[in-house]
């Protein structure tokens, strides 16, 4: 039985760090790419970062969507089977649900990684960005 976990979410200031972490079990966690999702309230879940499986180019390789590629650092842990995504300079905007997600295995790292349809998703952990 797959599942994903998500944890670290809290109420930050902004400019604050935060470091999100999602375990993994139920599923042979290096050959499958594995991202990071957020939904803001009131707005549509999207994409932040993901990285490759064992199957794909770079094994660990991280790839970001536009908005996170400065603030945002993901991490895939292999010997825990976990995933990790660190954000920097929180900002308010940052306030949302944060996801990990897993695709089926195949799905490559990627710009087109996002389009695909999640077979797995986490229950979320929630960052609070105020002051």
């Known amino acids: 039985q797959v599942q994903l976990v998500e944890s670290g979410g809290d109420l930050v200031q902004p400019g604050g760090s935060l470091t999100l972490s999602c375990a993994t079990s139920g599923f042979t966690f290096k050959y499958y790419s594995i991202g990071w999702f957020r939904q803001a309230p009131g707005k549509e879940r999207e994409g932040i970062s993901c990285v490759e499986s064992m199957d794909g180019g770079t094994y660990g390789g991280a790839f970001y969507k536009d908005f996170a590629k400065t603030r945002f650092t993901m991490t895939r842990n292999n010997n825990e089977n976990s995933v990790s995504l660190r954000i920097d300079n929180l900002e308010p905007d940052d306030t949302a649900v944060y996801y990990c997600?897993?695709?089926?295995?195949?799905?490559?790292?990627?710009?087109?990684?996002?389009?695909?349809?999640?077979?797995?998703w986490g229950e979320g952990t929630l960052v609070a960005v105020s002051s």
């Open positions: 997600a897993l695709p089926r295995r195949g799905v490559v790292c990627g710009e087109m990684f996002f389009y695909y349809d999640m077979e797995y």
